[in-house]
């Protein structure tokens, strides 16, 4: 595998259900996120972690829970979501400038996620 | 508020011509600027990496950076319809962080 990796790629699931969203990379990073793209908005950044720790957390509700294990896994967590949530979920790393980074982030292809 | 501005669009071009593609930022800290296609349905791709003032160019793309005006752009060279996408512009100017702008769609006919 190489670069950004996500599982699922399609996932419907109802208002009451409780599932996961993984992304592995496999480039060597220190730093992984996650945003939400509705159709016809801009990317929305939900969440940050920096060598493992969280460090933003852009006012999401609680009902996305993110986890990340180690620095090449990450994972958001969805229970009771919204039919609003419905929307394409994308994963990206990048190094950072502690580790000789330049910011530059790669995507995922991402989960399209329908909430019914 | 840290803001990004493009252009929606469409910007509508005839293949072979030059496509030119416009971004303005608010912060006057950022330092590092990104442009990413996304095609639809896909998730967006980086293209260019531009740091410093002036023109960087790599094959038919050339970034331009003009950190006192505040804007940088993106320009194609002999466009093709496979370039007809969506090109996000991207700042970074805080930790961990880039603040990206809604994009601009090109259609290049053939």
């Known amino acids: 595998e190489t670069g950004v990796t996500q599982t699922p790629r399609h996932l419907v699931m109802g208002m009451t259900n409780k599932k996961s969203l993984k992304c592995e990379q496999h480039l060597g990073h220190n730093a992984m996120y996650w945003y939400k793209q509705s159709a016809k908005k801009p990317l929305e950044l939900m969440f940050v972690?920096?060598?493992?720790?969280?460090?933003e957390n852009n006012s999401v509700p609680s009902r996305f829970s993110p986890e990340c294990p180690n620095s090449s896994h990450l994972f958001l967590h969805l229970h009771t979501l919204q039919p609003e949530d419905s929307a394409l979920y994308l994963c990206a790393s990048s190094q950072e400038i502690g580790g000789g980074g330049d910011y530059e982030q790669y995507f995922g292809p991402g989960t399209r996620l329908t909430v019914t | 508020q840290k803001e990004v501005e493009q252009n929606s669009g469409p910007l509508s071009v005839p293949e072979g011509a030059i496509a030119s593609l416009n971004c303005t930022y608010s912060d006057r800290v950022s330092q590092s600027f990104f442009w990413y296609r996304q095609y639809s349905g896909k998730s967006p791709e980086l293209i260019m990496s531009i740091y410093s003032n002036g023109d960087k160019e790599d094959g038919r793309f050339t970034a331009q950076l003009n950190k006192a005006s505040q804007y940088v752009s993106l320009l194609i060279r002999d466009s093709q319809p496979s370039d007809s996408a969506t090109y996000l512009c991207a700042v970074h100017s805080g930790y961990s962080t880039l603040t990206f702008g809604k994009g601009t769609m090109l259609l290049v006919s053939p």
């Open positions: 972690y920096s060598l493992e720790e969280r460090v």
